[in-house]
Protein backbone atom coordinates (compact mmCIF):
# COMPACT_ATOMS: atom_id res chain seq x y z
CA UNK A 1 0.00 0.00 0.00
CA UNK A 2 1.43 3.29 -1.05
CA UNK A 3 2.57 5.59 1.90
CA UNK A 4 0.57 8.72 0.51
CA UNK A 5 -2.85 6.54 0.50
CA UNK A 6 -2.43 5.39 3.90
CA UNK A 7 -1.71 8.86 5.34
CA UNK A 8 -4.17 10.08 3.39
CA UNK A 9 -6.94 7.52 5.08
CA UNK A 10 -5.74 8.11 8.37
CA UNK A 11 -6.15 11.69 7.94
CA UNK A 12 -9.80 10.95 6.37
CA UNK A 13 -10.32 8.64 9.51
CA UNK A 14 -9.35 11.00 12.94
CA UNK A 15 -11.34 13.77 11.05
CA UNK A 16 -14.56 11.70 10.99
CA UNK A 17 -13.85 9.60 13.96
CA UNK A 18 -13.18 9.64 17.95
CA UNK A 19 -9.86 7.67 17.37
CA UNK A 20 -7.96 7.27 21.06
CA UNK A 21 -4.98 4.65 20.51
CA UNK A 22 -2.87 2.86 17.68
CA UNK A 23 -4.27 -0.08 17.77
CA UNK A 24 -7.85 1.08 17.66
CA UNK A 25 -6.10 3.61 14.43
CA UNK A 26 -4.83 0.12 13.31
CA UNK A 27 -8.04 -1.55 13.60
CA UNK A 28 -10.27 1.23 11.39
CA UNK A 29 -7.56 1.29 8.33
CA UNK A 30 -7.50 -2.88 8.64
CA UNK A 31 -11.52 -2.19 7.95
CA UNK A 32 -10.96 -0.17 4.95
CA UNK A 33 -9.09 -2.73 3.13
CA UNK A 34 -5.33 -1.34 4.79
CA UNK A 35 -2.92 -3.74 6.23
CA UNK A 36 -0.77 -2.04 8.70
CA UNK A 37 1.69 -2.94 11.92
CA UNK A 38 1.79 -1.23 14.71
CA UNK A 39 4.94 0.06 13.79
CA UNK A 40 4.16 1.27 10.46
CA UNK A 41 0.90 3.30 12.44
CA UNK A 42 3.54 4.65 15.04
CA UNK A 43 5.82 5.92 12.51
CA UNK A 44 2.56 7.32 10.41
CA UNK A 45 1.46 8.96 13.55
CA UNK A 46 5.07 10.86 13.75
CA UNK A 47 5.49 11.85 10.85
CA UNK A 48 2.07 13.30 10.28
CA UNK A 49 2.43 14.90 13.87
CA UNK A 50 -1.11 13.99 15.23
CA UNK A 51 -1.20 14.65 18.59
CA UNK A 52 -3.89 14.12 21.19
CA UNK A 53 -6.48 16.71 21.79
CA UNK A 54 -9.40 16.43 23.89
CA UNK A 55 -12.87 15.70 22.00
CA UNK A 56 -16.26 17.09 22.63
CA UNK A 57 -17.33 13.99 24.53
CA UNK A 58 -13.78 14.36 27.09
CA UNK A 59 -12.04 11.64 25.74
CA UNK A 60 -8.86 12.18 23.83
CA UNK A 61 -8.27 11.47 20.48
CA UNK A 62 -6.33 11.51 17.28
CA UNK A 63 -6.14 15.04 15.94
CA UNK A 64 -3.37 16.91 12.82
CA UNK A 65 -1.42 20.09 14.30
CA UNK A 66 1.42 22.49 13.21
CA UNK A 67 -1.20 24.38 11.41
CA UNK A 68 0.26 27.83 9.71
CA UNK A 69 -1.23 30.83 9.00
CA UNK A 70 -3.52 29.45 5.46
CA UNK A 71 -5.14 26.81 8.40
CA UNK A 72 -3.21 23.58 6.78
CA UNK A 73 -0.51 21.68 8.09
CA UNK A 74 2.81 21.93 6.83
CA UNK A 75 3.51 18.09 6.41
CA UNK A 76 -0.34 18.36 3.92
CA UNK A 77 1.39 21.15 1.81
CA UNK A 78 4.86 19.48 1.12
CA UNK A 79 2.67 16.15 0.20
CA UNK A 80 0.66 18.38 -1.75
CA UNK A 81 3.90 19.99 -3.59
CA UNK A 82 5.18 16.83 -4.16
CA UNK A 83 2.51 14.61 -5.49
CA UNK A 84 0.39 17.79 -7.98
CA UNK A 85 1.23 17.02 -11.46
CA UNK A 86 -0.79 19.34 -13.49
CA UNK A 87 -3.85 21.39 -12.86
CA UNK A 88 -6.09 22.51 -15.18
CA UNK A 89 -9.93 24.00 -15.52
CA UNK A 90 -12.87 22.79 -16.05
CA UNK A 91 -16.36 25.12 -15.51
CA UNK A 92 -16.49 25.41 -11.46
CA UNK A 93 -14.61 22.61 -11.40
CA UNK A 94 -10.46 22.25 -11.33
CA UNK A 95 -9.27 18.95 -12.06
CA UNK A 96 -5.72 17.69 -10.52
CA UNK A 97 -3.64 15.21 -11.91
CA UNK A 98 -1.53 13.74 -9.11
CA UNK A 99 1.07 11.01 -8.70
CA UNK A 100 -0.50 7.47 -8.33
CA UNK A 101 -2.26 7.04 -5.32
CA UNK A 102 -1.58 10.36 -4.02
CA UNK A 103 -5.34 12.49 -4.96
CA UNK A 104 -6.59 11.74 -1.66
CA UNK A 105 -4.07 13.03 0.94
CA UNK A 106 -4.11 16.03 -1.67
CA UNK A 107 -7.84 16.20 -1.30
CA UNK A 108 -6.83 16.27 2.27
CA UNK A 109 -4.81 19.16 1.86
CA UNK A 110 -7.32 21.36 -0.31
CA UNK A 111 -9.97 20.27 2.50
CA UNK A 112 -7.83 21.57 5.31
CA UNK A 113 -7.21 25.00 3.36
CA UNK A 114 -11.12 26.24 4.75
CA UNK A 115 -11.55 28.31 1.65
CA UNK A 116 -15.04 29.41 1.45
CA UNK A 117 -15.26 29.26 -2.09
CA UNK A 118 -13.98 25.77 -2.58
CA UNK A 119 -17.41 23.67 -2.07
CA UNK A 120 -15.63 20.40 -1.64
CA UNK A 121 -13.38 17.80 -3.37
CA UNK A 122 -13.29 14.62 -4.75
CA UNK A 123 -10.49 12.03 -5.26
CA UNK A 124 -9.54 8.97 -7.03
CA UNK A 125 -6.44 7.41 -7.39
CA UNK A 126 -4.47 9.86 -9.35
CA UNK A 127 -7.29 12.40 -10.30
CA UNK A 128 -8.75 15.23 -7.79
CA UNK A 129 -12.02 17.58 -8.70
CA UNK A 130 -12.09 20.59 -6.68
CA UNK A 131 -15.47 22.46 -6.63
CA UNK A 132 -15.53 26.08 -6.81
CA UNK A 133 -18.87 28.32 -5.77
CA UNK A 134 -18.50 30.72 -8.44
CA UNK A 135 -15.92 30.33 -11.89
CA UNK A 136 -14.93 34.16 -11.08
CA UNK A 137 -13.07 32.93 -7.91
CA UNK A 138 -11.13 30.17 -9.80
CA UNK A 139 -7.91 32.40 -10.60
CA UNK A 140 -7.96 33.10 -7.03
CA UNK A 141 -7.86 29.39 -5.74
CA UNK A 142 -5.35 28.47 -8.74
CA UNK A 143 -3.10 31.30 -7.06
CA UNK A 144 -3.35 29.31 -3.75
CA UNK A 145 -2.61 26.20 -5.20
CA UNK A 146 0.13 27.16 -7.22
CA UNK A 147 1.79 29.21 -4.09
CA UNK A 148 1.18 25.98 -2.55
CA UNK A 149 3.62 24.33 -5.10
CA UNK A 150 6.58 26.70 -5.38
Known amino acids: MKKYVRQ ?21 LRESGIEVTQATVSR ?4 LRLVKVMSKTGKYKYAAIGQNQDG ?5 VNIFKNSIVSIKVAGHILVL ?22 IGTIAGD ?4 VAITDVDKIDDILDIFYKMLE
Open 126 to 129: DTLF
Open 97 to 118: KTIPGAAQISASAIDNLNVKEI
Open 72 to 76: ITERL
Open 44 to 47: DIKE
Open 8 to 28: SKIIDLINHNEIETQEELAKF
